[in-house]
């Protein structure tokens, strides 16, 4: 593996991204790596799983570079596909899933963040749903996360708003679930949760996975679908000529 590693320490296991240059955005191959990584997680003795990024940050989200080299729709949908298995084997792992937030979680990193059943991040954590600045909506299950975690209208407007907010703040509209000092106090809390009724808690998880599994697949079709839609229009186009030129974008509305 090269841009995902995996570690294991008693019945933790620890993902980390691993693209530290690139802020653990995700390529393809990341995307890839992720889905044999969690099979492998899913099928060992872990009942916890630490999912963290290496560097200055959690994951940027997804490579600007892969979105521009999948123009063809077939290559979108491969694409879009390995996300919602990302996803969904997160989502209804038989595990205590925790997202360990430091720096930067942004767009499809911060609703891979989201797909966990505990979301910790560290005071200079930075999180956004900032789709919106490329004119396009959030994938990877974002839309039912966030409508999961503060209601469907406030979802809404954090999805359109697209603004990067701090830990504290995203810890008041429940987007976080605790906000620690630093990394240390984060291994201090997940190290706690050895001690606890580990398969009761993961019995309850997956009640609620079984009842919701099938709204967070529709989702992700509705998301794939629309997004498709959404990187064929103007706004789109412009959205990624001003990122790439570090401009404020002029969109158009269409």
């Known amino acids: 593996m090269q841009t995902v590693s995996l570690a294991f320490s008693e019945n933790v296991a620890v993902l980390e991204l691993n693209r530290p240059d690139s802020l653990n955005a995700m390529d393809v191959q990341m995307l890839n790596e992720l889905v044999e ?124 708003e697209g603004k990067q907010m701090s830990a504290d703040e995203a810890y008041k509209h429940g987007i976080v679930d605790f906000v620690a000092e630093d990394i240390a106090q984060i291994e201090q809390k997940i190290a706690e949760w050895r001690a606890k009724p580990l398969q009761a808690m993961i019995a309850t998880k997956m009640l609620y996975a079984d009842v919701t599994k099938d709204e967070l697949h529709r989702v992700l079709q509705l998301e794939t679908e629309a997004q498709q839609k959404m990187r064929q229009t103007e706004d789109h186009r412009e959205g990624v000529r001003a990122f790439l030129e570090k401009r404020k974008p002029n969109f158009i509305g269409r």
Not at 92 to 103: D, E, L, Q
Not at 113 to 132: G, H, P, Q
């Open 37 to 160: 990584v969690l099979q492998q997680i899913e099928r060992s003795e872990a009942s916890i799983v630490v999912v963290r990024g290496r560097g200055r940050g959690f994951s940027a989200g997804g490579d600007i570079k892969t979105m521009l080299s999948v123009d063809a729709p077939e290559k979108f949908y491969e694409v879009m596909n390995t996300i919602k298995q990302v996803i969904t084997t997160l989502y209804t792992m038989p595990k205590i899933v925790v997202a360990a937030i430091h720096g930067p979680a942004a767009g499809l990193g911060l609703s891979f963040a989201l797909a966990s059943d505990y979301v910790m991040a560290t005071k200079e954590a930075r999180l956004a749903m900032n789709f919106i600045g490329i004119g396009l909506i959030p994938d990877g299950g974002g839309h039912f996360f966030l409508a999961k975690r503060v209601g469907v209208v406030k979802a809404k407007h954090l999805i359109w």
